[in-house]
């Protein structure tokens, strides 16, 4: 948490709004990391899924990479880096979907 969102007073540490919202969001994301994960692994259990369990997972594989995108935006944005993002690279693997 850095220290221009936080303010003192009378002992007592009261977050911005912007990083209150932040926490909650990342919560959020969180949360639904986990809903998509287990979904992915529910459709990886499947011995011969459906065309539309395998639209549906690759449904899951997109929204987490928005996910990622989001948090990664987050970051830059909390550590001050300005100017667009231009590059994202990482690897899903059958697991993440």
């Known amino acids: 948490m850095s220290?221009?969102?936080i303010q003192k007073s009378a002992g007592r540490?009261?977050?911005s709004a912007a990083e209150a919202f932040t926490q909650a969001r990342i919560t959020t994301l969180r949360d639904e990391i986990a809903s998509l994960r287990q979904a992915g692994h529910l459709y990886l259990l499947k011995k011969h899924p459906r065309p539309v369990d395998t639209i549906a997972n690759e449904s899951r594989r997109i929204r987490l990479v928005g996910i990622q995108e989001e948090l990664?935006?987050?970051?830059?944005f909390s550590s001050g880096v300005q100017g667009p993002i231009t590059t994202l690279t990482f690897k899903l693997s059958p697991q993440n979907t």
């Open 72 to 76: 990664l935006k987050m970051k830059l």
């Open 13 to 15: 540490v009261y977050l």
């Open 3 to 5: 220290m221009n969102c």
